[in-house]
């Protein structure tokens, strides 16, 4: 029973709507009702400025992190052994996509999934963190950055011979392009939302 219930309770972490509690809050603004609609950390830059956007960024990487802890605080175990905060974090990834609190929506699970890993693993959170951070300089796409730093980590995860972070890994890079799959067809018609900066922004601006 104590398992069951610290699984709701990182259920319930990650469905927490960071981005359209942060909106509703402090602009007065339903951010599903402007942008791209999505309630994560890119839209909520979008609509709502860097200061909003860095905010929700934080906080659903803290409820990531902390639905990842919650077996080690609370001394439970599972048949996974030692990967068992890894199935905690998968729970708070799924409050995200599937949240309760907004009609069973989500967003795009980048950085919830970014909380499981630094909790899990802090050293593959730091290289993820600075693949996704210089892929955004390089391509100004967020989401494209995204994409191909979910990608790498799957692979280099591999050479930490961890099974369980492999496979979860890999199952979410899958479920993250199919999530981004809008995202993929504007990428291709060349129409994608670019960061105002990096080298993609410039290489736009030039030919423009």
């Not at 496979?167 to 981004?180: E, K, N, P, S, W």
Request: hydrophobic residues 50%; charged residues 10%; glycine residues 10%.
């Amino acid at each position: 029973m104590k398992i069951i219930g610290l699984l709701i309770l990182a259920y319930l972490l990650g469905a927490i709507p960071n981005g359209v509690w942060v909106g509703k809050l402090f602009f007065q603004t339903d951010i599903r009702q402007a942008g791209s609609g999505n309630i994560g950390t890119t839209n909520t830059y979008r609509v709502l400025g860097p200061y909003a956007g860095s905010a929700v960024m934080v906080l659903d990487i803290a409820k990531g992190t902390v639905a990842t802890l919650l077996p080690t605080w609370g001394h439970v175990t599972t048949v996974l052994g030692s990967a068992t905060p890894l199935l905690f974090g998968l729970f708070a990834i799924l409050g995200h996509t599937v949240s309760v609190f907004d009609h069973f929506k989500g967003g795009k699970a980048v950085a919830t999934s970014a909380g499981m890993l630094l909790a899990y693993n802090p050293i593959m959170f730091v290289i993820a963190a600075s693949l996704w951070v210089g892929l955004i300089y390089w391509t100004s796409m967020v989401s494209l950055a995204s994409m191909i730093a979910f990608t790498l980590i799957t692979i280099i995860s591999l050479f930490f011979q961890d099974p369980y972070l492999t496979g979860i890994a890999l199952v979410l890079t899958v479920f993250v392009f199919y999530r981004h799959r809008t995202n993929i067809q504007r990428i291709r018609q060349g129409t994608e939302s670019m960061v105002p900066f990096g080298r993609g922004y410039r290489r736009k601006q030039h030919r423009s």
